[in-house]
């Protein structure tokens, strides 16, 4: 799935790929999908996870230049509100700089100790030039909670909880800052039905989106989409 810059695609008139900010859902490109095997990631991925180890999101993160809207931030927000699975602690993000990243191409930003909290509301910020497709903010946090930002170096990974409150900043550079990321789960955890929960605004959204782009039928859930979408990447498909 191809994701184009709110603002970029704004001011081309033309959907070039200078709007591109990211590629979601690689796990059946051969080449890309190598990055979720590499032995050097799952030797930590498998601390999180145990043996059985699934592949369930993928990302290649091309945070283009900021057109002066700020729309190449990413806001604050927990991974979790978008995954129908638990247990939390079975799952972990792996998140690599593909290139070097700081505060002025917009390095992650962390608010640690956030993952051992609850999974909180989110919704779309109320931006002022508008915010991407997708991108949901977490509601109600300490705003004076300390902040980190992690710059990397090309190469350098970072492993997290799906708990944690992070985000990303405004790419200042001329450069589109780019990451690959997989996030991984044991086959061991189980689906949650979403009805009913704070989750629910984001299956509705994500459904809607999978009828128009995929004509997926509308009995469809969230975690029908993310079985779908899982694949097994070490060990046995156990559950999901
Ligand atoms: O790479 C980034 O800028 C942030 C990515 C992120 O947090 C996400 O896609 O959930």
Redesign the pocket.
């Known amino acids: 799935m191809v994701m184009r810059d709110i603002a970029i695609i704004k001011a081309e008139f033309v959907q070039d790929q200078k709007a591109v900010s990211k590629i979601q859902d690689f796990q059946d490109n051969e080449i890309l999908f190598k990055y979720c095997c590499l032995p050097e990631i799952l030797k930590y991925v498998k601390c999180f996870t145990g043996p059985n180890i699934m592949a369930m999101h993928t ?1 290649l ?1 091309n ?1 283009p230049p900021d057109a002066g809207k700020k729309t190449s931030r ?1 806001p604050l ?1 927990q ?1 979790l509100h978008y995954f129908p699975f638990r247990p939390a602690d079975q799952i972990v993000c792996a ?1 690599t700089a593909m290139e070097r990243v700081d505060r002025n191409n ?1 390095c ?1 930003i962390v608010l640690p100790g956030t993952h051992k909290g609850r999974l909180k509301q989110h919704d779309y910020p109320e931006w002022k030039d508008g915010v991407n497709m997708m991108y949901h903010g977490v509601r109600d946090y300490d705003p004076n909670h300390p902040k980190v930002h992690l710059v990397m170096e090309k190469g350098d990974t970072v492993f997290f909880h799906p708990l944690l409150i ?3 900043g405004t790419n200042r550079t001329q450069g589109f800052r780019k ?1 690959i990321s997989c996030h991984y789960a044991s086959s061991d955890c189980y689906f949650i039905g979403v009805k009913g929960t704070i989750q629910e605004s984001i299956e509705k959204e994500i459904v809607e989106m999978g009828r128009k782009k995929y004509d997926l039928d509308k009995d469809v859930t969230l975690a029908d989409i993310w079985s779908f979408k899982g694949r097994l990447v070490q060990g046995e498909r156990t559950n999901m």
């Open positions: 990302m993160i945070k990413h927000h991974d998140w917009g992650l992070h985000g990303s990451a």
